[in-house]
């Protein structure tokens, strides 16, 4: 069966700070990928996404950023955080059909991260 | 753009009330419409899901949504509620055959009494 791992579950930077965020899927090949963050009393925003090794496409113009380097890997990034990036950040993954998704596999979804940014 | 409206952020029920969580979506064009939950704890989960055909559609857990396309509305409804359906519930859309993503609504969270 698939699984993902999502970590850390909650995490705790300074504003300035860098970070990684990294999500890894097990029982698949060749994962469509996602990165979601869920801001306090929004719903839940896409910011990346991947349907393979080295394709990135972003949604939200940040200062975020997404790579994935191996098939089953996909880790969300900054060089700084601010204040604003503060929130809960969920990684999905869907079958893989060769495109963005279009509705036809329902996303599977990690733990999540909590992340504050002080 | 896509969009999605839950106008209920909190909605608090006893147990064996009947539920209805609302739900709109703006676009044009054919979506696909889905209900995702989140108990406590737990990670994001799919409740159910429509693509096309009947547009009444049953999900886990006895939950069933209604597609009404003249109202662009995705509403869920439950006969009787049971504690365990305490959870947040979150409606989202994907326009077929559209390289956009899912978009999802801000999510209401659902507290039944015992």
């Known amino acids: 069966s698939q699984t993902i791992h999502q970590w850390p579950a909650t995490l705790v930077q300074p504003v300035g700070s860098p970070l990684s965020l990294e999500c890894t899927v097990e029982?698949?090949?060749?994962?469509?990928l996602y990165w979601y963050r869920q801001a306090a009393g929004r719903g839940l925003q896409l910011l990346f996404y991947?349907?393979?090794?080295?394709?990135i496409s972003s949604e939200v113009p940040q200062n975020l950023s997404a790579s994935r380097p191996q098939d089953r890997q996909f880790i969300l990034s900054s060089k700084k955080l601010l204040l604003s990036d503060s929130g809960f950040y969920l990684c999905?993954?869907?079958?893989?059909?060769?495109?963005?998704?279009?509705?036809?596999?329902?996303?599977?979804f990690g733990n999540g991260t909590r992340l504050t940014v002080t | 753009a896509q969009s999605v409206s839950q106008h209920n952020h909190h909605v608090i029920l006893s147990e064996a009330a009947s539920l209805e969580l609302g739900c709109n979506y703006s676009?044009?064009?054919?979506?696909?419409l889905f209900w995702y939950v989140q108990y406590p704890g737990q990670h994001l989960q799919l409740l159910l899901k429509?693509?096309?055909?009947?547009?009444l559609v049953k999900g886990i857990k006895g939950f069933e949504a209604e597609f009404i396309k003249s109202k662009f509305s995705f509403n869920l409804r439950k006969p009787s509620v049971q504690w365990s359906d305490t959870a947040e519930y979150f409606c989202a859309v994907n326009a077929r055959g559209s390289a956009r993503q899912l978009t999802f609504g801000s999510g209401t969270q659902l507290t039944v009494l015992p």
């Open positions: 029982g698949t090949s060749n994962p469509n």
């Open positions: 429509y693509f096309s055909g009947d547009p």
């Open positions: 999905a993954w869907n079958r893989p059909t060769g495109q963005v998704y279009k509705g036809n596999s329902p996303l599977h």
């Open positions: 991947s349907v393979g090794i080295g394709q």
């Open positions: 676009y044009g064009g054919t979506v696909n």
